[in-house]
């Protein structure tokens, strides 16, 4: 007979003492077990103690935390958060250093627990801290690091607000950042805590500003122990800084050689790029295409003198050479054809078509650099399409339009940066002006296209679309500068498109006759249970998750893997990201799978609606899940990406019976399905007739199809 389900077994250690083995009554008050613990070991003042894990992190067991204790946890009987904060305090204050020392490095690490952090923040600790940094006496080498490590670890916590801190305290820990000659340690706690400032406080922004200089910071990004907290703190005074400071902050980094210092000592350095690198280059990217925000909400003034120079520009440059400054010689008919030519929608008034937002203005700042910086291009595609007579002419100008649209789309200009994304482009960091160049590679493959396709004005949307899908499809590779863009996009012309397409709907446009559309129904169960187990596999390998926390920088992971015997879901922390599986012995948690109710997903996770005050992006709430069990607790996921969302969440469904409805799911049934029917039609296909009487017929046989997800 099963135990109860409020009795969980556990063992308690005590230094110099053999382990209690208990049944702790989860109805029961927490005091009086520690109590009956004490007894058990002839310690008095039970009050002075409490229960911590004895693995992982180590964290204090309280009345609200209690539920997450499971059968055959190993727990320590501790002396109580409130005396060792209070004991910490008085040893970090003391005089001998080595017991300062000791006193601080077993702070930096209890600081992580928040039970322990809300008893030390009330006996005034952090202003303790913070002091004896400002006070610069004491505080070096190993003693610094830990006293800013444990700032940090407290601050995190919420409990306390940033504005509290001293013009004094950031004074002192900018010096750091600034001086020469700093540990390494020291450096990336300091840089961590600016950048926590800056995020935290609107106030301690311009603080922080006024003492750290970007120059300063970039000379950092050589050191590569510290090169992401350099990128990051960057970020974050780009990010918090006023409108009008982000365009001079912005020249600024250009005059600093940001982008080249990147690429030469992060892109394309000695080390791989981890996640967390990633992730802050990806923010730069978005940051620095958020500055175009402007010029695409802006409406052309119709009546803007100097706006209006630029069109001119645009006609001079296409049609009258260098050798012609004005061209007024010519009448205002003249200049309606040659705006027409220039495949403008308004041949009278061409500053109308620059009113419509996005993509406003900024689609004209794109053709005017086009016009004069590849002017042998735009003279080509403009003079080409003018003097076609066959109506196959394609618009410039309405396609320069449409297309600066499309990649303020694909790009997302103007939209923040999504927490869980470390989607960045490495061709943006190769030159001055990625996004006029990418926008003049993209217009010379809408030209292209226009031709191959024999498109008319009439075919002016599908045009777009297949241009669409030859940007995405190129991006997707990742092309590592402009130039392998373009091989890429060379290799997806509209021939190569039309194939794409067509491969990708072959399940469903080449088997729709009834025969065919009954043996995929016959097939479809054997597929779903291949796909099934495929599932179940891949959990029993397991996966690790990234622990999203206030600085993504401190990378905190956790491992979640399913039994062999698909029982038991184990899972425990990391202190980094391992390689291959991690064995069962390591994950000091399981969940019984007969006590899991069910899976929810995207905002329905209660992960994702204690955190809703921070502005939950889109990518986290499609890559979140959860999985609800008995009683009432949860253990809440954040996927790394996409196709690991789609094998857990399908595993779990699959694991509790439930149906399988992923888009992976769906993509690899057609796939799969597609390629049995065709072995079975080409076992059909071979088939001959003997004249004698046939043998009883046997079914086709059953491919047995091995799908390879890694």
Not at 64 to 84: F, M, V
Not at 352 to 377: C, E, I, R, S, W
Not at 450 to 466: G, I, L, P, S, Y
Not at 469 to 496: C, F, H, V, W
Request: hydrophobic share 40%; net charge negative.
């Amino acid at each position: 007979m099963p135990p109860p389900a409020d009795i969980v077994k556990v063992a308690i250690e005590w230094p110099g003492a053999n382990a209690q083995l208990i049944e702790m009554d989860q109805k029961r008050a927490l005091s009086s077990i520690i109590r009956e613990v004490c007894d058990g070991w002839s310690l008095s003042g039970s009050e002075q103690f409490a229960l911590r894990y004895a693995d992982g992190p180590q964290l204090y067991i309280t009345e609200q935390t209690r539920g997450e204790i499971k059968n055959g946890t190993i727990l320590r009987l501790a002396i109580s958060p409130g005396r060792a904060a209070r004991q910490l305090l008085e040893r970090i204050q003391s005089h001998g250093i080595d017991a300062r020392l000791e006193a601080l490095k077993e702070l930096a690490k209890l600081s992580a627990d928040p039970t322990f952090a809300a008893e030390f923040i009330n006996m005034e600790g952090i202003g303790t801290l913070a002091r004896l940094v400002e006070s610069g006496t004491h505080s070096f080498g190993e003693m610094l690091a830990f006293t800013l490590t444990a700032f940090l670890e407290l601050m995190d916590h919420g409990i306390v607000s940033w504005d509290l801190i001293s013009l004094s305290f950031i004074k002192q820990i900018a010096g750091y950042v600034n001086q020469p000659m700093v540990d390494v340690s020291i450096l990336q706690r300091s840089l961590a805590i600016l950048e926590s400032m800056v995020l935290n406080s609107h106030s301690l922004y311009h603080r922080v500003a006024q003492e750290i200089t970007v120059g300063q910071l970039i000379g950092h990004l050589s050191n590569q122990e510290i090169q992401t907290y350099a990128i990051a703190l960057i970020n974050a005074l780009f990010l918090k800084a006023p409108e009008d400071r982000r365009q001079e902050m912005a020249s600024t980094l250009a005059q600093k050689h940001l982008r080249s210092i990147i690429l030469n000592h992060v892109i394309r350095g000695n080390r791989p790029i981890k996640a967390e690198m990633a992730h802050q280059l990806y923010v730069l990217q978005v940051l620095t295409f958020n500055l175009l925000e402007e010029r695409m909400m802006t409406k052309m003034d119709p009546n803007d003198q100097t706006q209006r120079d630029i069109i001119f520009e645009l006609r001079r440059i296409a049609f009258d050479g260098e050798n012609d400054p004005t061209g007024t010689e010519k009448r205002k008919a003249m200049y309606s054809k040659d705006y027409k030519m220039l495949g403008f929608t308004n041949h009278v008034n061409p500053a109308l078509d620059f009113t419509q937002t996005p993509p406003g203005m900024l689609a004209l700042d794109n053709m005017l650099y086009l016009a004069k910086v590849h002017q042998d291009t735009y003279i080509r595609i403009v003079l080409e399409n003018s003097s076609r007579e066959d109506k196959h002419e394609c618009p410039f100008g309405r396609c320069a339009i449409e297309l600066t649209r499309m990649l303020c789309e694909i790009l997302q200009v103007g939209e923040l940066p999504n927490e869980g994304c470390n989607d960045y482009h490495p061709m943006f960091f190769t030159h001055d002006r990625a996004w006029e160049e990418f926008f003049c590679v993209c217009i010379q493959l809408l030209n292209k296209t226009w031709k191959e396709m024999r498109a008319t004005a009439e075919d002016f949307n599908k045009v777009m679309q297949v241009v669409r899908e030859q940007i995405t499809r190129a991006l997707a590779m990742k092309p590592s500068s402009l130039d392998q863009l373009k091989n890429k996009l060379r290799g997806l012309n509209y021939s190569e498109i039309l194939r794409l397409r067509q491969s990708e709907r072959m399940s469903q446009d080449d088997f729709q006759s009834p025969p065919i559309i009954e043996l995929r129904e016959r097939i479809q169960p054997e597929i779903l249970e291949l796909i099934k187990q495929q599932r179940l596999n891949r959990l029993c390998e397991g996966s690790c998750f990234r622990k999203l926390g206030n600085r993504r920088r401190q990378e905190k992971f956790w491992f979640c893997r399913l039994s062999l015997n698909h029982k038991m879901l184990h899972y425990g922390d990391l202190d980094e990201s391992p390689q291959g599986e991690v064995p069962f012995e390591l994950l000091s948690d399981k969940i019984p799978v007969s006590d899991i109710k069910s899976v929810v997903t995207g905002k329905d996770c209660p992960h994702m609606k204690e955190k809703s005050a921070l502005k939950q992006n889109k990518e986290v709430l499609e890559l979140a899940f959860s999985v609800l069990y008995d009683p009432d607790e949860t253990l809440n996921f954040v996927a790394p990406n996409k196709y690991e969302y789609c094998i857990w969440t399908d595993g779990l469904c699959a694991l509790l019976g439930r149906e399988m409805g992923s888009d992976l799911t769906r993509s690899d049934l057609d796939t799969l399905i597609s390629m049995e029917m065709k072995l079975r039609l080409l076992d059909l296909e071979n088939i001959t007739i003997p004249e004698a009487p046939p043998p009883v017929p046997k079914e086709p046989s059953s491919y047995n199809f091995n799908y390879n997800y890694s």
